[in-house]
Structures are given as C-alpha cells and as structure tokens.
C-alpha cells in the first residue's frame, strides 16, 4: 500500500485539453511538492505547498494543497507536448519522505 | 547553481563487472541519496547520506556499496549484479538540516543495463 496515491495512473490526451491529476492520502503532510520528469532524466521540481488550502500557479499549471493536508492536485490547462512526461508528487509526514505512484502523461499534438 | 550532476549517463556491464556510478553538487547541501527507479515508476528509496555518514540504508542487496568521500561528491559501487537491477540510478541532494525531508534536487540520472 503506497502512503501517497496519484490519479490517473497514465493518462493521453490532445494538444489543448485541461486535465487534473490527483495526489491522495490518509495521511497528514506537512509539505507536499510535485515534480515532472521527462524520459531519461531525473524529476524536476515545479512547487512545493505547505499551507493547507494553499493554491499555486506556475503559468499554465495550477496546484492545490487541501484543506486538510491530506491530498494535492495539479490542473494543467491548454496542454501542450511539451508538458508530456511523469508527474510526481512527494511529501513529507512522520519524518519521512515519500513519493505518490506517479502519473505518466502524452499529449499529442 | 541548483545543479546536481551524475557520470555516466549511460553504462553497460555484464554481472561479472566492477563499476562506480558517481554524484557530484557544489550547492553546500550537507545530504545526498540514491535512488532507484524503473520506467514510469515512482523512485525508490536506496541510501541516504547525511554530513558524510550513512544514516539510511533501504534494505539494499550488498552488491550495492554508497561512499561518500567528502560533502559534495556521493559514489555507487557495483558489483555481481543481475539483470534486474538495470535501471535509471537517481542522485539528488538537500539542505540536510538533519532531518531527511529538505527539498530534493536530482542529478538527470545514469542509465543501467545489466547483461
């Protein structure tokens, strides 16, 4: 059982859809950080939230932590090729770190 | 300079074969870890360093030997490993204020096929 679930586990789309991957937990995480990882190379990090109810955005990508801390989701709107690759979230409880099952995301052009 | 680098980027061995996989960053971060992914997974978790010392090991098989030989610079030795173990090999590293839950930057990886 993985303390942090994400949702789609892989998902395909076109050139200019919206879509939202979720990152669930019955857990409490004092900070939650997502990554995107392209094929071949390590995860970049794209944000990290620590409030609960916190919303970010980083152009077309919107991120949200929950009220409770309990869960995150990121929205990407109008997506583009070049946002294909693995979305990651990680977060940090009980002094440990860990990583969500991750989404594998394609968007065609 | 937020860069974490690996060499090399690829590498094939037979399991009969001794090879070091190496992790280098110059950003004053104080821990550093391996980990282990395979495709479209999340990593997994393998040693973490913290001020030079080992403070983490995950169970990991002892064909796998970490060093860390000064602040900046973190070692994979290999050795008799099986074909299962081809993988991407993730370094990254953290401020390590002592407790294992900085934010992490990682390396682009080194590629691992095993024959």
């Known amino acids: 059982t993985q303390l942090l679930e994400q949702s789609p586990q892989f998902l395909s789309i076109q050139e200019g859809e919206n879509l939202t991957v979720y990152c669930n937990s019955s857990?409490?995480?004092?900070?939650l950080q997502w990554y995107r990882q392209e094929p071949g190379e390590g995860p970049v990090l794209l944000v990290t939230?620590?409030?609960?109810?916190e919303v970010k955005k980083l152009k077309r990508l919107t991120f949200q932590f929950g009220d409770a801390r309990k869960d995150s989701s990121l929205h990407i709107t109008a997506a583009q090729p070049g946002d294909t690759g693995l979305y990651l979230c990680?977060?940090?409880?009980?002094?440990?770190?860990?990583f969500g099952t991750g989404t594998s995301l394609t968007v065609i052009p | 300079d937020t860069e974490v680098t690996q060499t090399p980027k690829h590498l094939v061995m037979g399991m009969t074969n001794k090879k070091s996989l190496k992790c280098e960053q110059h950003?004053?971060?104080?821990?550093m870890y391996w980990y282990k992914q395979k495709a479209k997974k999340p990593p997994e978790l393998m040693f973490v360093?913290?001020?030079?010392?080992?403070?983490i090991n995950e169970s990991v098989p002892s064909r796998f030997s970490p060093e860390c030989p000064n602040s900046s610079l973190l070692n994979l030795h290999l050795h008799a490993l099986q074909p299962e173990d081809s993988a991407l090999y993730l370094c990254?590293?953290?401020?390590?204020?002592?407790?294992?839950?900085?934010?992490?930057?990682f390396g682009p990886g080194t590629r691992l096929t095993v024959l």
């Open positions: 939230v620590v409030t609960g109810g």
């Open positions: 990680a977060g940090e409880t009980g002094n440990q770190f860990y």
């Open positions: 360093y913290s001020y030079e010392k080992l403070s």
């Open positions: 950003m004053g971060h104080r821990a």
């Open positions: 990254a590293s953290s401020q390590g204020s002592g407790r294992y839950v900085d934010t992490q930057y």
């Open positions: 857990s409490v995480f004092s900070s």
